[in-house]
């Protein structure tokens, strides 16, 4: 079965997706007809500009376009089912009664019949996430966005790859159940975890080992809890991993040098999307904040308040027009018609405000802790933020965090840090440095360098269920 593999790819391959070398223009007047005629939430409101755009060159269409209605999660809340295409009404519903089917129906449905809808949790800022709906084109766009990033990472079609996820996530627990089954079909390995102890992570180890995989796909902040529940463990670095891909949160410096000692083979990169997409960007250099777009997938725009504005060119059973995710980063279109991401920071409200009303957000105290480490021989390996008000006094602190590698030079880094911030966050009333064993985490929950009060808000997409109606 390996050699099969080895030799003709995956036992059931998912569809690759056709190349397409029509202009970008021609993209999104597609899907924008899609939508004007099958989309509920659409329909007609882009009828003018699909009566005028022959008549118009390519820069007054896209000055067009620029000024269509901008799409936000709270419409997706507000009118979901409205975004569901007409043709889902003749699909089967993966969830029946709100509960994931059988692995015998799962597979009917999905791999043979192809005739289902079901849906994915959005992450939630406030705590409630909404959802997106995919049918089998949709769902395979998605997993080729994934296929694409783990390949630009080094990944090779027919090698093994393991995921290391919270039980509760959507769908973990099925894909746990049928470890085996989707081993031998696809190369693919689920490693749910309730908590991150030192027997999930040997049970990790051994099965990154067992599946001979290739890659680990994981969030940044569980691979850093991994990693130092190996050094306290005394568990020696796990050596020969040629891959790891990371998203979903802010990868700071300190954390990748330090995992990096564990995984002293593994090439750590990252990729950029959201629950609504798929991926859509994966990192362009070296560094964690600049990414090169799918451009196959998506088209991008700077959109207000430092968002990001999207538009998916394929998915069709909910498609998602000029959509605002809420990240902080850079648009960048080259003149070969390709789109790049600078300076991607995570939230755009993920941020301090400092003296002088100033947004401070994520880069800045990377810089900073890069800055104590090359100053003290890197004894930091993880930091985070946390302010808010205090309950009984009414003022407002700032918390400075600090994970280190080994115990000893807590002092000068306090010292350091407070003789680097004070001034620049004279406003709060008062700031303290705090030294920890490692951040206790609920991983459900996006962690965030940045937080106000216990930075525990948002929700991880693809955690929830929907519920039957």
């Not at 975004?83 to 015998?104: A, M, P, V």
């Not at 693919?188 to 040997?202: D, H, L, N, R, W």
């Not at 990414?291 to 430092?306: K, R």
Request: glycine letters at 6%; hydrophobic letters at 35%; a negative charge.
């Amino acid at each position: 079965m390996k050699l099969l593999r080895n030799i003709t790819g995956f036992r059931f391959a998912l569809s690759p997706i056709a190349a397409d070398n029509r202009s970008r223009r021609e993209k999104l007047v597609e899907i924008i007809k899609y939508a004007n005629s099958n989309t509920p939430f659409y329909k007609g409101k882009y009828s003018a500009l699909l009566n005028s755009e022959k008549e118009l060159t390519d820069e007054e269409f896209f000055y067009a376009f620029s000024h269509l209605p901008i799409v936000e999660k709270q419409d997706l809340k507000n009118n979901n089912e409205a975004f569901k295409s007409d043709h889902l009404k003749d699909k089967i519903d993966l969830l029946e009664d709100g509960q994931t089917l059988n692995w015998s129906d799962f597979l009917k449905r999905a791999l043979i019949k192809k005739n289902f809808y079901t849906t994915i949790s959005t992450g939630g800022s406030s705590g409630n996430p909404t959802f997106r709906w995919v049918d089998n084109h949709d769902a395979n766009i998605f997993a080729q966005s994934f296929l694409h990033s783990f390949k630009l990472n080094g990944w090779k079609q027919g090698e093994s790859f393991v995921a290391y996820y919270p039980l509760k996530s959507y769908f973990t627990s099925i894909y746990a159940d049928h470890a085996k089954n989707l081993n031998r079909f696809f190369g693919f390995t689920m490693v749910p975890f309730e908590k991150i102890t030192k027997e999930s992570v040997e049970n990790l180890l051994e099965t990154l080992k067992n599946t001979d995989a290739t890659l680990l796909v994981i969030f940044p902040c569980v691979l850093q809890r991994v990693a130092e529940i190996m050094k306290k463990e005394g568990i020696e670095p796990f050596e020969n991993l040629p891959y790891i891909n990371v998203s979903g949160e802010f990868f700071l410096d300190c954390s990748k040098k330090f995992i990096q000692k564990m995984f002293p083979d593994s090439d750590i990169q990252c990729t950029y999307g959201a629950v609504e997409f798929g991926e859509i960007a994966h990192q362009s250099t070296m560094s964690s904040f600049d990414y090169n777009v799918f451009c196959e997938y998506v088209y991008i725009e700077q959109g207000p308040n430092n968002s990001m504005l999207v538009t998916a060119y394929k998915q069709k059973a909910f498609p998602l027009i000029r959509y605002k995710i809420e990240d902080m980063g850079q648009i960048i279109n080259n003149e070969d018609g390709t789109q790049n991401i600078k300076s991607l920071e995570g939230k755009n409200d993920d941020y301090l405000i400092g003296a002088d009303d100033y947004m401070y957000f994520a880069s800045f105290f990377n810089n900073f802790v890069n800055e104590l480490n090359k100053a003290l021989n890197s004894p930091i390996i993880n930091f985070m933020i946390r302010h808010g008000i205090e309950k009984d006094d009414n003022k407002s602190y700032l918390q400075l965090n600090f994970v280190l590698e080994k115990a000893g030079k807590e002092e000068k880094i306090k010292e350091a840090a407070l003789e680097s911030l004070k001034e620049v966050f004279a406003n709060f009333d008062k700031i303290e440095v705090n030294f920890h064993d490692h951040f206790d985490h609920d991983y459900t929950r996006k962690f965030k360098i940045i937080g106000r009060d216990d930075g525990l808000n948002e929700v991880v997409g693809g955690y929830y269920q929907r519920k039957a109606s």
